[in-house]
């Protein structure tokens, strides 16, 4: 479980192929050493399980699902990565709660830059839009975010100066791919009440 408070940016050092299917990734970051086998932490949004670490890095692998249903096997050596290790009974919860399970992903369909900040209007496909509510909560790229605006099958998203230096969306583009992960609770809500609507019938 995760909070959608992005730690520390974090760079791929290394990426190499599992059996012609899943990857496994070695990530450059501060807290390293200090990590655990075991351990989970999301990058980009997409929660992963360290398989070993050194003083520099961390090691996870990606089987086919997740490369799959995220961005993650678009990534290369170099790609900066967003960062969150995983909630604690100490942690407060700071943005909204996370699971680290990548619902789909979007694509950026414009970047504006205003006074004080920038929006960001992403795309994603049309099965998920019962998902989205305006100032609702939803995951992009692994950060807590307030849905500004929707309309049809795109929302738009207002990123703070400190959100924007401090997570890897300073480094996206139009046309980009952002990993989704929709408000747990919404998810929960939409399945029961599609399951009484069908039982009513």
Same mark, same amino acid.
């Given at each position: 479980m995760f909070t959608g408070i992005v730690q520390e940016i974090g760079k791929v050092a290394e990426i190499r192929s599992l059996n012609g299917g899943g990857q496994e990734m070695k990530i450059f970051c501060s807290f390293a050493d200090t990590c655990h086998e075991d351990e989970s932490? &999301?990058?980009?949004?997409?929660? $992963?399980?360290?398989t070993a670490f050194d003083e520099d890095t961390f090691t996870v692998q990606s089987v086919e699902e997740?490369?799959?249903?995220? &961005? +993650?096997?678009?990534?290369?050596?170099? &790609?900066?990565?967003?960062?969150?290790?995983?909630?604690?009974?100490?942690?407060?919860? %700071?943005? $909204?709660l996370v699971q680290g399970h990548v619902d789909t992903t979007g694509t950026i369909q414009k970047i504006v830059q205003e006074?004080?900040?920038?929006?960001?209007? +992403? %795309?994603?496909?049309? %099965?998920f839009t019962n998902m989205i509510v305006g100032r609702g909560s939803v995951t992009v790229e692994g950060i807590s975010l307030t849905v500004a605006r929707e309309s049809g099958n795109q929302f738009t998203v207002a990123i703070i100066p400190y959100t924007w230096a401090h997570t890897n969306l300073k480094d996206k583009k139009?046309?980009?791919?952002?990993?989704?992960?929709?408000?747990?609770?919404?998810?929960?809500?939409?399945k029961y009440l599609s399951k009484i609507g069908r039982d009513s019938l």
């Open positions: 932490i &999301s990058i980009n949004g997409a929660c $992963h399980t360290v997740t490369l799959r249903k995220t &961005s +993650i096997g678009e990534l290369e050596n170099g &790609s900066p990565v967003n960062l969150e290790r995983s909630l604690t009974l100490q942690t407060g919860i %700071e943005g $909204h006074k004080t900040g920038w929006l960001l209007t +992403i %795309e994603y496909p049309d %099965e139009e046309g980009d791919p952002l990993n989704l992960e929709f408000d747990v609770i919404g998810k929960y809500v939409v």
